[in-house]
C-alpha cells in the first residue's frame, strides 16, 4: 500500500474531502468511504473521521492507497416502512416520518429509508450504478435530517435522476417547511442569505462561515404565541439545500427551531412534548422529469407537531 500525498490546490478549496479524495486518487465515493471508516485519509496529519469535511487551500491531504474496496450496496429491507405520497414510472415522492435516516452511514448502516425502497423498488439499484453514483444513495435526489419529516423526492431512473438535480441546481425545486422557533420574530417575512458551512470548532455542525457555500432561506410568519415564552410559527422556504440550512439559519437570526439539540445553543420551551426539531417539509413542488408538467404535494403536520401547537393554544394546521 502506498501513500498519495496532495497539498490542497485553489481548485478543491472548499469541497468536500469524498469528492476530493475520489477525484485525486481516481477511486469511487464507496471507496472514499470505507478508507475514511478505516482511517486512510488524512488531513495535516489528523484521520478524517467524516467524509463531508470540507477541504482548504494550502492543506496537506494524505491518501493511504491500494486495491479499490468495493463496499456492497444497501440491502432490501421490507420492515422499514415506506409512506408513498406520490409515485410512477420515473419518481417517488417519499412522506418520511421523524427519526427515519435517510441513506446508510457512520452508525447508521441498515433500518435506512434506502434500505426500506429497495424493498419496494429494487431497480434503484441499477440507478446508482449506471450513474456511477454512490451506491449508498440510490436514486437520492436530497435529505432530510434524521429528525425532520416530510416530503422529499427520489429518481426511479438515471434520466430522472439527471433532471431532478439539474432543477435543484437551477432552483425550480420549491421546497417549504413548517418550523416552531423560539422567541418574537420581527416583522411579517424575511430572509437570511448568508454563506454556510461546516463548523471550525465542531466537524458535526455547520454554521454561518465565510468559507462557507451561499446559503439563502425565506421566511414568513404563520402564528405568534406568548406562552410559556414567546415562540413564532413559520413558513421557511429553501432557495438552496445546504446541510441543516434552515436551522443554521434560523439559530443564526437569534430564533432557533424549538427542541433543537444542536442549534438551540441551551434554550428550550418549558413543558415541551417533542424531543425533535420541530421541523416538517410540508411543501414540495418540481416539473416531471419526464412530460415536465409541474407538480406539488403537501404533506400535515404529524400529530406530535400538532400537539406541540396545540399545547400552545393554536389549532392544528
Not at 58 to 86: F, K, M, N
Not at 156 to 165: E, G, K, N, W
Not at 191 to 220: I, L
Given at each position: 500500500?502506498?501513500?498519495l ?5 485553489p481548485?478543491?478549496d472548499?469541497?468536500r474531502?469524498?469528492?476530493?479524495v475520489?477525484?485525486?486518487a481516481?477511486?469511487?465515493?464507496s471507496?472514499v ?9 488524512s488531513?495535516d496529519?489528523?484521520a478524517?473521521t467524516?467524509?463531508s ?6 492543506e496537506l491531504?494524505?491518501?493511504?492507497t491500494g486495491?479499490e474496496?468495493r ?14 405520497a406520490?409515485e410512477?414510472?420515473?419518481m417517488v415522492?417519499?412522506?418520511?416520518p421523524?427519526g427515519?435516516v435517510?441513506?446508510p452511514g457512520?452508525g447508521h448502516r441498515?433500518?435506512t ?7 419496494r ?11 456511477g ?5 440510490p ?6 435530517d434524521?429528525g425532520?419529516?416530510g416530503?422529499?423526492?427520489v429518481?426511479?431512473?438515471?434520466d430522472a435522476y439527471r433532471s431532478?438535480v439539474s ?5 425550480r425545486v ?6 416552531l422557533?423560539?422567541g418574537?420574530?420581527e416583522?411579517?417575512s ?7 458551512g461546516?463548523s471550525?470548532?465542531?466537524?458535526t ?5 465565510r468559507r462557507g457555500k451561499?446559503a439563502?432561506t425565506r421566511?414568513?410568519?404563520e ?10 410559527l413559520?413558513?421557511?422556504a ?9 436551522r ?5 437570526i437569534?430564533h432557533?427551531?424549538?427542541?433543537d ?12 412534548l417533542?424531543?425533535r426539531?420541530?421541523l416538517h417539509a410540508f411543501?414540495?413542488g418540481?416539473?416531471h422529469?419526464?412530460t415536465?408538467?409541474r ?8 400529530a406530535?407537531l400538532?400537539?406541540?401547537?396545540g ?7
Amino acid at each position: 500500500m502506498s501513500t498519495l500525498v496532495v497539498t490542497v490546490p485553489p481548485s478543491l478549496d472548499g469541497v468536500r474531502v469524498d469528492k476530493a479524495v475520489a477525484l485525486v486518487a481516481d477511486v469511487s465515493r464507496s471507496a472514499v468511504n470505507a478508507m475514511i471508516e478505516e482511517r486512510r485519509i488524512s488531513v495535516d496529519g489528523t484521520a478524517v473521521t467524516s467524509r463531508s469535511a470540507v477541504l482548504h487551500q494550502g492543506e496537506l491531504l494524505s491518501v493511504e492507497t491500494g486495491p479499490e474496496v468495493r463496499r456492497p450496496g444497501p440491502e432490501a429491507d421490507a420492515s422499514v416502512a415506506v409512506v408513498v405520497a406520490y409515485e410512477d414510472a420515473d419518481m417517488v415522492v417519499v412522506d418520511k416520518p421523524a427519526g427515519l435516516v435517510v441513506h446508510p452511514g457512520a452508525g447508521h448502516r441498515t433500518g435506512t429509508l434506502v434500505n426500506g425502497l429497495l424493498a419496494r423498488y429494487p431497480e434503484l439499484a441499477g440507478v446508482a450504478d449506471e450513474l456511477g453514483s454512490d451506491p449508498e444513495r440510490p436514486g437520492i435526489v436530497h435529505r432530510l435530517d434524521r429528525g425532520t419529516s416530510g416530503l422529499l423526492v427520489v429518481a426511479r431512473t438515471p434520466d430522472a435522476y439527471r433532471s431532478l438535480v439539474s432543477q435543484l441546481a437551477a432552483r425550480r425545486v420549491s421546497r417549504e417547511y413548517r418550523a416552531l422557533v423560539l422567541g418574537r420574530v420581527e416583522g411579517e417575512s424575511g430572509v437570511v442569505d448568508a454563506p454556510v458551512g461546516r463548523s471550525a470548532s465542531s466537524p458535526t455542525r455547520m454554521a454561518v462561515s465565510r468559507r462557507g457555500k451561499e446559503a439563502r432561506t425565506r421566511y414568513r410568519v404563520e402564528g405568534r404565541f406568548e406562552e410559556p415564552i414567546p415562540t413564532t410559527l413559520l413558513t421557511a422556504a429553501l432557495e438552496t439545500g445546504r446541510t441543516h440550512q434552515i436551522r443554521v439559519h434560523l439559530s443564526a437570526i437569534g430564533h432557533p427551531v424549538v427542541a433543537d439539540a444542536v442549534y438551540a445553543r441551551g434554550r428550550v420551551l418549558p413543558g415541551a412534548l417533542i424531543d425533535r426539531p420541530f421541523l416538517h417539509a410540508f411543501s414540495l413542488g418540481l416539473d416531471h422529469p419526464r412530460t415536465d408538467r409541474r407538480m406539488t404535494w403537501q404533506s400535515e403536520l404529524p400529530a406530535d407537531l400538532r400537539a406541540q401547537l396545540g399545547a400552545l393554544g393554536a389549532a392544528p394546521r
